[in-house]
């Protein structure tokens, strides 16, 4: 079923019960009134209002004059006027009206071309006014017994939002792949203001028909049942989450220049943000053996493996780790309230997987970043005992102490946590423990 057909059916479904008693269906519009106060006037010698249909008098004035450019793969505006549901949407937005008498504030169509006669405007008008544009019913059954975020919530914003709302240049600066955005807006207001076009926010989708009654429903029910803590999301020592753990990890290894970043994206992969990953990556949720992720981070020829050579390949950890966040569902999932032991502190079990997870890809192989290594203790203490500020520091670089360049690189910086523990290290006296 055309998605569009079902969004009519909740916002016009009462006006249809009031009226439909002088209302007619649109396929069969008629008008028996020729002239009846039509500005400009009809011309009722040369211009016969008095059997006015959609298939017999509008769709062929569009078909002359509009459709050349409103339909095929590409249609103008994403206009397409072979849908009745596309014509629809417009005649009913005030658009097609006012588009073909050349009114401000609308693009004068036909473009580039002159303006439909004052009979074929009267026409259209006539059937515009005269139609109640009601759609047949969605009988898609809405179903609200489980709403999540990643199951629910994120693919309507994924078939609708975040085509505008994404990598890499999200307007207005709103990315709805970044689950703090989302929940900001839903905490704000503004997300229901938005999609249910309420007075002071800005409609959305911008320029398209809106969400649906059953998907507005469900993003209203995952806001209200939800919790959004000021504190921040509980981390759960059993659970993989993609913003935390992930996604530091793909960026380290994966998706740097001349590989899976989207300038280069190498074998059409980017692996820079969840959007991308599930876009490019070829993964399962819940089935790992079926995500080509699963394969290539297992692949034992070096020549096939990724990371490729020179650079190292994944550690034992590093693989389960992507291997339970597929089978765990593949979610955008993150938490910032983490069980943080900064006493109990070892380089081998503590510091050193923060490095390989954050900053390993970018300082391991051949050319490592700034030409600093930082693949074994002696590396990491050598960084470690710059002071920060200046040029090398490792506690300058993830603090981003001014003088240091800010790392991880184009990543988020690493949780206080995290932070807490390297310092703590150092100021032990970087012991290889």
């Known amino acids: 079923m055309n998605k569009f057909l079902s969004h009519f059916v909740l916002f016009f479904l009462f006006g249809f019960l009031v009226f439909n008693s002088c209302k007619h269906s649109p396929q069969d519009i008629t008008r028996d009134d020729p002239g009846n106060g039509i500005d400009p006037p009809i011309d009722t010698i040369l211009c016969d209002s008095t059997f006015v249909t959609y298939p017999g008098t509008v769709y062929p004035i569009l078909d002359a004059y509009c459709i050349s450019c409103h339909s095929g793969q590409t249609p103008a505006g994403a206009l ?181 970043d989207p300038q280069t994206a190498e074998s059409e992969v980017i692996l820079t943000s969840y959007y991308y990953v599930m876009q490019t990556a070829d993964v399962v949720p819940g089935e790992p053996w079926e995500s080509d992720i699963i394969e290539v981070i297992n692949e034992t020829d070096p020549d096939d493996r990724m990371p490729p050579l020179p650079a190292n390949p994944l550690t034992q950890d590093q693989k389960d780790m992507i291997y339970t966040w597929i089978l765990q569902g593949a979610l955008n999932n993150f938490c910032d309230q983490e069980d943080c032991d900064s006493v109990n502190v070892s380089f081998s079990e503590t510091v050193f997987p923060i490095i390989q997870n954050n900053c390993y890809g970018c300082h391991s192989g051949t050319d490592p970043g700034g030409g600093i290594y930082l693949t074994n203790h002696s590396q990491v203490s050598a960084a470690g005992a710059i002071s920060p500020g200046n040029t090398g520091s490792l506690l300058g670089a993830i603090t981003w102490t001014s003088g240091n360049i800010p790392m991880p690189e184009n990543g988020q910086q690493l949780s206080d946590c995290k932070i807490a523990q390297i310092r703590k290290w150092i100021n032990d006296g970087m012991p290889d423990n």
Not at 108 to 133: H, R
Not at 207 to 231: K, S
């Open 80 to 260: 397409d006027f072979n849908d009745y549901g596309d014509v629809a949407y417009v005649a009913e937005s005030g658009q097609l009206s006012g588009s073909i008498k050349f009114e401000d504030g609308y693009s004068s169509m036909p473009k580039d071309g002159n303006k439909l006669s004052n009979c074929e405007i009267a026409l259209i008008e006539i059937w515009v006014n005269d139609t109640t544009f009601i759609t047949p019913p969605d009988t898609t059954e809405c179903d609200t017994s489980f709403i999540t975020y990643p199951g629910t919530v994120y693919p309507i914003f994924e078939a609708n939002c975040i085509t505008c709302h994404g990598p890499p240049t999200p307007q207005g600066g709103l990315d709805l792949t970044n689950y703090e955005n989302v929940t900001f807006m839903a905490q704000s207001g503004a997300l229901m203001g938005s999609i249910k076009h309420l007075s002071g926010y800005e409609p959305m989708p911008n320029d398209a028909p809106p969400l649906t009654g059953c998907e507005i429903l469900q993003i209203q029910m995952w806001i209200n049942d939800t919790t959004f803590d000021p504190g921040g999301i509980p981390c759960d020592p059993d659970t993989v989450y993609f913003q935390n753990d992930i996604l530091p990890l793909f960026k380290s290894g994966c998706g740097i220049s001349s590989c899976h």
